[in-house]
Structure formats: structure tokens, C-alpha cells
């Protein structure tokens, strides 16, 4: 099993910028990519930024050019950088986790709000 405990997030007017930070804990060696997806009302959860055990990553075109993810080298901790915020980026960011056996954990969610 693995939790995933997510901090960050807020409000923020357009432009301006967040960080978001997840960490993991449980059976964490076994750990292959750690990501971001987001929610918005009425819409379906989609991946906002995934990187894999060897630092490889991949972006929504929607988000390229303005956010980074990273993962400290214990890779545990998974970081978004979240620059030049839209009103459109407003959503539930939840991190997610992926074994090499396939299973998926999700954390709890937070909340962004970009003001216009």
C-alpha cells in the first residue's frame, strides 16, 4: 500500500504562481512514476504532468511551458511548479502513483483557484 499526503495549492490571481508537493509513504521502493492530475467541475479528471523512475516526464499541451515537475532523489517526493496560472488551470490537482506491478494510488486532492 501506499499514501500519498499532497500540500499546496490555494488561490492565486491569473499569472501569478503555486507549488504543489506530494509525498509518499508505505511500500514506496516498488514506485515507478508519480504525476499530477486535475478536475474541474464537470469535466473529467485528465493528467496535468507525470515523470517516471528515471526522470523521463510528460506534459498536457495545455500546461507546457508553464509548469515543472520534479522528484527529489529519494523519489518520494514529487514537486509541480505551477507559473503564469490561468483562470482555466482552476481545478483539483490530485497526485497519483504508479507501482511496477500497475497499481494506482491516489491522494486526496487540492484545490486551485485562479482569479481573473
Known amino acids: 500500500q501506499v499514501q500519498l499526503v499532497e500540500s499546496g495549492g490555494g488561490l492565486v490571481q491569473a499569472g501569478g504562481s503555486l507549488r504543489l508537493s506530494c509525498t509518499a509513504y508505505?511500500?514506496?521502493?516498488?514506485?515507478?512514476?508519480m504525476g499530477w492530475y486535475r478536475q474541474a467541475p464537470g469535466k473529467e479528471r485528465e493528467l496535468v504532468a507525470h515523470?517516471?523512475?528515471?526522470?523521463?516526464?510528460n506534459y498536457a499541451d495545455s500546461v507546457k511551458g508553464r509548469f515543472t515537475i520534479s522528484r527529489d532523489n529519494a523519489k518520494t517526493t514529487v514537486t509541480l511548479q505551477m507559473n503564469s496560472l490561468k483562470p482555466e488551470d482552476t481545478a483539483v490537482y490530485y497526485c497519483?502513483?504508479?507501482?511496477?506491478?500497475?497499481?494506482?494510488?491516489w491522494g486526496q486532492g487540492t484545490q486551485v483557484t485562479v482569479s481573473s
Open positions: 497519483n502513483s504508479e507501482r511496477v506491478l500497475g497499481d494506482q494510488y
Open positions: 508505505g511500500i514506496i521502493d516498488s514506485i515507478n512514476t
Open positions: 515523470i517516471k523512475g528515471r526522470g523521463s516526464t
